[in-house]
């Protein structure tokens, strides 16, 4: 009998609704982060939506989830 391994494709590219629900927030706390600059990764327009890079936002997570001042000097010396 062979076991066949189902995995999920995780988009690459994702919208608001995704970013809250892999934040775990409420969309008027991500409109808050995003207004402050807290939350720092930009986005990108597709088709009038704003979508987001999944390995940006993971790569911020892990960088300790700085202030997009700081995130984006971060991105510019690592190249991320």
């Known amino acids: 009998m062979i076991a ?3 995995e999920k494709i ?3 590219l994702l919208d608001i609704s995704q970013v809250c629900q892999l ?3 409420s969309r008027a706390e991500f409109y808050r982060l995003d207004q402050s600059g807290k939350f720092a990764p ?3 327009g597709l088709c009038r939506k704003r ?3 999944r ?5 911020w997570i892990k960088a300790g989830l700085p202030h ?8 510019k010396e690592f190249k991320l």
């Open 68 to 75: 997009r001042k700081q995130w984006l000097i971060q991105k």
């Open 51 to 53: 979508l987001y890079v």
């Open 42 to 44: 930009l986005s990108t």
């Open 23 to 25: 934040l775990n927030i």
């Open 10 to 12: 995780q988009p690459s």
């Open 55 to 59: 390995a940006e936002i993971e790569s």
């Open 4 to 6: 066949k391994s189902v």
